[in-house]
């Protein structure tokens, strides 16, 4: 089963592997050991902006697809306070920008911190992509690095153009 930007999947069956490709976003594997229950977000970008309200949207912030994430367990009938929690992805793709994957990747923490949620594994940030494969039930995953960032081209310098010697000028 995969799991695009902006989606949440939650499921109780033992055969079913969820997998997902982030950069800078991130994907929270939440699962509950007793009740055997787990679920999959990938979410781009942690909270919304000033203004940004239209629903449709929403489902890419991180602290809409959590909260999603969590409720869809506990209707299956998770237990909040079994839940353990595994992050993925936050890479910085490309210099020069704003630090996304970063800042998706504090998020995650800190609302697992605050929801008081065990972080019983993590692999974010660096340069490159990854592919992630997740058991829900068991709460076993596989992170991959899928294609580091390409490496950057060196800047051609021009050689420099020695200084004329005084006293000497030649004509063409």
């Known amino acids: 089963m995969t799991i695009m930007q ?9 055969g079913v592997i969820m997998t997902t490709v982030l950069g800078s976003c991130i994907s929270a594997c939440l699962y ?9 977000n990938h979410f781009l970008l942690a909270e919304p902006g000033n203004g940004d309200t239209d629903v449709r949207s929403l489902q890419r912030y991180g602290v809409y697809a959590m909260e999603v994430l969590i409720n869809a367990m506990m209707a299956m009938g998770a237990s909040r306070s079994n839940l353990k929690a595994r992050i993925y992805g936050g890479a910085s793709l490309r210099d020069g920008f704003r ?9 995650a923490r800190r609302f697992l911190r605050d929801e008081r949620i065990a972080l019983v594994g993590e692999d974010v940030g ?6 992630v ?5 068991l709460g076993l995953a596989r992170c991959r690095i899928a294609a580091d960032r390409p490496a950057e081209r060196p800047r051609l ?11 000497d000028v030649e004509f063409f």
Not at 6 to 14: F, I, K, L, P, Y
């Open 133 to 137: 494969e997740f058991r829900p039930t």
């Open 99 to 107: 630090d996304i994957g970063a800042t998706n990747a504090l998020f």
């Open 6 to 14: 902006g989606e949440t999947r939650v499921s109780d069956d033992a």
């Open 32 to 40: 509950d050991p007793v009740a055997k229950v787990g679920g999959l």
């Open 126 to 131: 660096g340069h490159g992509a990854r592919r």
């Open 157 to 167: 310098v021009a050689p420099p153009i020695p200084a004329a010697q005084l006293g």
